[in-house]
Nanobody, 123 residues
Framework: VQLQASGGGLVQAGGSLSLSCAASRRTNSNNAMGWFRQAPGKEREFVATISWRGETTYYAESVKGRFSISRDSVKNTVYLQMNNLKPEDTGIYYC?????????????????WGQGTQVTVSS
């Protein structure tokens, strides 16, 4: 499974960006999907996840109320709507496909990873 993320860019603080990530095909099972990010010099961290059917979502505390994850399972695509962006949201955003159908924040549960898309928020 190959993942292609898009939608990153440069935006001023308070602005919005919408990321999308398309999987080349479905896996042999129903999988949750998620977004992680990595700032320069920092570990990759969890941002948001959504279950296979889309009924369950989890967010990192730092993005709650500002980010929204959704998916279109027919299109094998996951989205991340990011509003009220802050400079600390800057980083490379990665989408990933979990081994499991349930939403999970655990990085090791994700098997397939996209190449990442850069998000830069200026102050």
């Amino acid at each position: 499974v190959q993942l292609q993320a898009s939608g990153g860019g440069l935006v001023q603080a308070g602005g919005s960006l919408s990321l999308s990530c398309a999987a080349s095909r479905r896996t042999n099972s129903n999988n949750a999907m998620g977004w992680f990010r990595q700032a320069p010099g920092k570990e990759r961290e969890f941002v948001a996840t959504i279950s296979w059917r889309g009924e369950t979502t989890y967010y990192a505390e730092s993005v709650k109320g500002r980010f929204s994850i959704s998916r279109d399972s027919v299109k094998n695509t996951v989205y991340l709507q990011m509003n009220n962006l802050k400079p600390e949201d800057t980083g490379i955003y990665y989408c990933a496909v979990s081994l499991y159908s349930q939403a999970t924040t655990v990085r090791s549960a994700y098997r397939y990873w996209g190449q990442g898309t850069q998000v830069t928020v200026s102050s």
